[in-house]
């Protein structure tokens, strides 16, 4: 099973299957239909409302995931994954790490995908924008 992230902005259909992984819907025009929902990796409503810097909500978001344990979450993707022909899952947020400012340059999907590696050992490559780095001096 083959996965990236990516951004709903920035997602083609040359990519792979795009699935959710965030609460709502996007409230905007994608140009693709969404091939499903990773639902045991969206963030809940409840951790999204708590408004938490980015190391409690990391540390929130790992008590979901283990909580679930990843042999479940693995199933859930395999599900996506067969029922999308074997295409790579492109699991989609709203976040595009070219706008986000520190310190709240951060994003689920990054945290996913460090947690997938910590599991499994398989990264999980970001399709999007990059982090922008900061400016040095001139050397």
Same mark, same amino acid.
């Given at each position: 099973m083959e996965l990236a992230?990516?951004?709903?902005?920035?997602?083609?259909? $040359?990519?792979g299957a795009p699935i959710r992984t965030t609460a709502g819907h996007p409230r905007f025009p994608l140009g693709y239909e969404l091939a499903g929902h990773a639902r045991l990796i969206t963030p809940t409503r409840e951790l999204l409302a708590q408004n938490l810097p980015?190391?409690?909500?990391?540390? $929130?978001?790992?008590?979901?995931?283990? =909580?679930y344990g990843i042999d479940r979450i693995h199933a859930e993707l395999a599900d996506l994954a067969a029922r999308n022909g074997g295409a790579r899952l492109v699991?989609?947020?709203?976040?595009?790490?070219?706008?986000?400012?520190?310190?709240?340059d951060w994003c689920h999907r990054e945290m996913f995908a460090k947690w997938?590696?910590?599991?499994? =050992?398989?990264e999980i490559p970001e399709l999007g924008s990059r982090?922008? $780095?900061p400016q040095g001096g001139l050397w």
């Open positions: 992230t990516c951004t709903y902005q920035e997602c083609t259909p $040359s990519m980015e190391d409690a909500y990391e540390f $929130s978001y790992r008590r979901i995931l283990n =909580g699991l989609l947020c709203f976040d595009r790490f070219d706008r986000l400012k520190p310190p709240n997938w590696l910590e599991q499994t =050992g398989e982090k922008v $780095s």
